[in-house]
């Protein structure tokens, strides 16, 4: 399958909004967290710094 420009640019961003949010949990001290703190602050990091919506939010139920 072939990519248009446009959608080329669409995953280019959506790849440096993932890596961001990487770079987030590479700084949190996970130690101690529970794995919903680590979701709320992703989450949080997501919609608020990032303005972006978390994509599998609300997938499985």
């Known amino acids: 399958m072939i990519k248009s420009a446009e959608e080329l640019a669409l995953?280019?961003?959506s790849g440096r909004l993932l890596a961001s949010v990487f770079g987030l949990i590479d700084q949190m001290?996970?130690?101690g967290m529970s794995t919903l703190?680590?979701?709320d602050r992703v989450e949080r990091f997501i919609r608020e710094d990032l303005k972006s919506r978390p994509a599998s939010l609300g997938q499985y139920g």
């Open 11 to 13: 995953m280019a961003e």
């Open 29 to 31: 001290d996970l130690i």
């Open 37 to 39: 703190e680590v979701n």
